[in-house]
């Protein structure tokens, strides 16, 4: 009785470490941006970016590591006509390298306040530009 009880718990320990082993592999494919207006570059002589809008990017990363999915969720922006990643160091204007709204070039006005999801979209190696 003494033996099946150890050997129970042993099997139960075996397969809490592997599911949180996997729990560990999914999280650490799932990335988030948060985002808000202080956080852009302007370009060279235009002024500081104003504005109290707000958003997140939630990306995932598949399995395979060939493919990520995003989706943009905005608050409080008013007429959007783009977003995109710049590939930069902090503090510079980089090159775009991937479009998210729209989903491609030339940028796409959206008239007025814009709150919720932005655009949901799934990339690979061959959408990156630049």
């Known amino acids: 009785m003494h033996r099946r009880l150890i050997a129970t718990i042993v099997v139960l320990l075996m397969a809490m470490v592997v599911a949180l082993a996997a729990v560990s592999l999914a999280s650490s494919r799932n990335?988030?941006?948060?985002?808000?207006?202080?956080?852009?570059v302007p370009a060279e002589g235009a002024p500081d970016v104003e504005?109290?809008?707000?958003?997140?990017?939630?990306?995932?990363?598949?399995?395979?590591?060939?493919?990520?999915?995003?989706?943009?969720?905005?608050g409080n922006i008013e007429n959007v006509t783009q977003a995109h990643i710049h590939l930069g160091a902090r503090g510079e204007n980089g090159d775009i390298v991937v479009w998210l709204y729209p989903d491609g070039p030339p940028p796409e006005l959206i008239p007025g306040r814009t709150n919720g999801t932005l655009a949901t979209f799934t990339f690979t190696a061959d959408d990156l530009v630049g």
């Open 31 to 40: 990335f988030a941006s948060p985002m808000s207006g202080d956080q852009e």
């Open 51 to 74: 504005t109290n809008a707000t958003g997140l990017a939630k990306y995932q990363l598949s399995a395979d590591g060939t493919e990520m999915s995003f989706r943009l969720n905005v």
